[in-house]
């Protein structure tokens, strides 16, 4: 009778724990590109209102951890400017705006958004002409494995001397906090610079790797200058 009992308590337990078990396959940390339908979807004309989405979203990111799920936007300020020859224009981004939103109770809650814009002084060397993201090297990955997807967002801008005036900024969130990197591109040693958070240096190894990798890729493709000191 109790050895009845005992096998009737484990098939309880085995039978309650299956959910929690299904629950945990489910949260695995995964990430996809929202087809148009999707987004029309899912960032309406509401949600835009509500989150003040007023340039044109260029990518969204839908991504799920054991934390629930989020989706990143993508939004860069559409600009045309006149260019030599006459007649024709340019279509540029003077401005992006990456707003990460959480879905609670079938609602949406931002979490944080990066706001940033191309450098039009007149007064400085190689007036920056776009920015925009740069979507080859933006990752959302679980690096350390504890089941929380690590954002890095990469944008980048471009001045009409390509490399002389160039910036870089990798954004990356990880437990709440954010680090940045912030690049000066230059093609005079002395104009190029790179600015790393200390809280770059206490990120998980396989997270840190990955931008490592992302420098690399930048310096093969003449998209940047990244000396081997600066990684």
Same mark, same amino acid.
């Given at each position: 009778m109790r050895a009845f009992r005992v096998v009737q308590t484990i098939l309880f337990l085995m039978f309650i724990s299956r959910p929690c078990i299904l629950l945990a396959q489910q949260k695995q940390p995964s990430c996809e590109i929202l087809s148009q339908s999707q987004v029309s979807a899912t960032i309406n004309d509401a949600v835009k209102m509500q989150f003040a989405i007023d340039f044109p979203i260029f990518r969204v990111y839908k991504y799920v951890d054991r934390s629930?799920?989020? /989706?990143?936007?993508? %939004? *860069?300020? =559409?600009? %045309?400017?006149? +260019?030599? $020859? *006459?007649? !024709? /224009?340019?279509?540029?981004?003077?401005?992006? #705006?990456?707003?990460? =939103? #959480?879905e609670d109770s079938e609602k949406l809650k931002k979490v944080w958004e990066i706001n940033d814009h191309a450098n039009l002084d007149q007064k400085i060397e190689g007036v920056e002409q776009s920015i925009r993201?740069? %979507? !080859? /090297?933006? $990752?959302? %990955?679980?690096?350390?494995?504890?089941?929380?997807?690590?954002?890095?967002?990469? /944008?980048? +801008?471009? +001045?009409?001397?390509? =490399?002389?005036?160039? #910036?870089?900024k990798f954004i990356i969130y990880y437990k709440g906090r954010k680090v940045a990197i912030r690049h000066q591109d230059s093609d005079l040693d002395e104009g190029r610079s790179t600015q790393i958070d200390k809280g770059f240096y206490t990120l998980p190894p396989k997270l840190k790797e990955s931008i490592h990798t992302k420098m690399q890729a930048m310096n093969k493709a003449d998209q940047a200058i990244f000396e081997k000191t600066s990684f």
């Amino acid at each position: 009778m109790r050895a009845f009992r005992v096998v009737q308590t484990i098939l309880f337990l085995m039978f309650i724990s299956r959910p929690c078990i299904l629950l945990a396959q489910q949260k695995q940390p995964s990430c996809e590109i929202l087809s148009q339908s999707q987004v029309s979807a899912t960032i309406n004309d509401a949600v835009k209102m509500q989150f003040a989405i007023d340039f044109p979203i260029f990518r969204v990111y839908k991504y799920v951890d054991r934390s629930g799920q989020y /989706y990143c936007v993508l %939004t *860069e300020k =559409l600009d %045309t400017v006149a +260019s030599e $020859e *006459e007649g !024709k /224009y340019d279509s540029l981004h003077l401005a992006i #705006r990456a707003i990460d =939103l #959480r879905e609670d109770s079938e609602k949406l809650k931002k979490v944080w958004e990066i706001n940033d814009h191309a450098n039009l002084d007149q007064k400085i060397e190689g007036v920056e002409q776009s920015i925009r993201f740069w %979507t !080859k /090297y933006i $990752e959302f %990955t679980d690096f350390d494995g504890d089941g929380l997807i690590e954002p890095i967002i990469v /944008y980048g +801008s471009h +001045s009409d001397s390509d =490399l002389a005036s160039g #910036r870089i900024k990798f954004i990356i969130y990880y437990k709440g906090r954010k680090v940045a990197i912030r690049h000066q591109d230059s093609d005079l040693d002395e104009g190029r610079s790179t600015q790393i958070d200390k809280g770059f240096y206490t990120l998980p190894p396989k997270l840190k790797e990955s931008i490592h990798t992302k420098m690399q890729a930048m310096n093969k493709a003449d998209q940047a200058i990244f000396e081997k000191t600066s990684f």
